[in-house]
């Protein structure tokens, strides 16, 4: 599986192998995987939204996803705090972490429910990315808006 894994976050296996932390995709399926969780609970809606988000927004198969978050929720366990993923985060371009952020909210809304605690992890990642609170907040109300409609 680790082969897989390697694979599909473009990791080199040779003797200079690289942290396969740094992965943008690793590091926003950590963190969704976080947040799916943060206030208690795991919902399958939140599961299921962590693996569409993620499929359609870094076009991996079902299989690649499954592999991602297996790894994304042993890297979430591991660290102590958001810095490790929100350093290779802050590196992308502002339209990839408006992204990350959108996804973030499509994961907060997907159980039609939003925590306090939910909130203040956006809030800070978005913070720790350079993503302005302006920008956090109209995409909180444009997902709100889209995960309403859907109802």
Known sequence: ????????LGVKTDGDMEDPLLDPKLCAAALLVHLSAVDGQVSDDE???I????IENYQ???AEVADLVVLATQKDQEAVDFYAFTATLNKLE???KLNIIRMMWEVVFADNQNHELEDNMVWRVAELIG???RDRTVLRAQVR?????DS
């Open 51 to 54: 693996e569409k988000t993620l």
């Open 131 to 133: 993503v302005s609170s």
């Open 47 to 49: 599961r299921k939204t």
């Open 145 to 149: 808006g889209e995960t309403q409609s």
């Open 1 to 8: 599986m680790f082969d897989a894994i390697t694979r599909l």
């Open 94 to 96: 502002l339209d990839e």
């Open 60 to 62: 991996l198969s079902t």
